[in-house]
């Protein structure tokens, strides 16, 4: 069975909302906060699977508990070859629709440009926003989740990717 890893960043507690619905879906004990449980980068080298969450804030900036990560992942070139990812996370598609969950694009580039394999991409038509770095050609990079404008999608968006994910993920 896969060794999966949940690493969420998150202020307003909706990115934790799907790392723990990921965690319950999965059998995963543990998610762990980058603002307090993460330790080093060598981290993601325990997983085969691991679920990448962040908030978006600023312009489309990932949530500041993965901003020195981030870094760190591309400076020495950690190799994530092998490895699966799947990214989610939370952002606000009407104040700021022009960033719409962009910090999952940044962190999709980021991982898949050291070897990682992506799964977990959503049809953006569900959506309304304005521009986001995390569109690739028609589908979000992962699951955004907008709990100020439209909290009445979130339930269902979560149960439909994590029914995506187990069939897209080899456990």
């Not at 060794?3 to 202020?11: D, K, L, Q, S, V």
């Not at 543990?30 to 699977?49: A, G, S």
């Not at 804030?57 to 901003?67: C, E």
Request: hydrophobic share 40%.
């Amino acid at each position: 069975m896969a060794n999966i890893g949940i690493f969420c960043g998150t202020a307003g507690g909706t990115s934790m909302i799907v790392a723990e619905a990921l965690a319950e879906a999965f059998d995963v004990d543990e998610v762990i906060n980058m603002e307090e449980d993460f330790d080093d980068i060598e981290q993601f080298e325990e997983y085969d699977v691991l679920f990448i969450g962040s908030s978006t804030w600023g312009q489309g900036d990932v949530h500041f508990s993965w901003v020195d990560p981030q870094l760190e992942i591309e400076d020495e070139g950690l190799d994530l070859s092998g490895k699966t990812v799947a990214f989610f996370g939370a952002g606000d598609s009407v104040k700021h629709g022009e960033h719409f969950c962009s910090a999952l694009g940044k962190l999709h580039k980021t991982f898949t440009k050291l070897g990682a394999k992506t799964v977990g991409f959503v049809d953006a038509s569900d959506y309304k926003y304005e521009f986001s770095l995390a569109e690739i050609d028609g589908k979000l990079c992962g699951l955004a989740i907008d709990q100020h404008n439209e909290e009445d999608k979130t339930t269902k968006r979560i149960e439909n990717w994590v029914n995506q994910l187990k069939g897209e993920i080899s456990l």
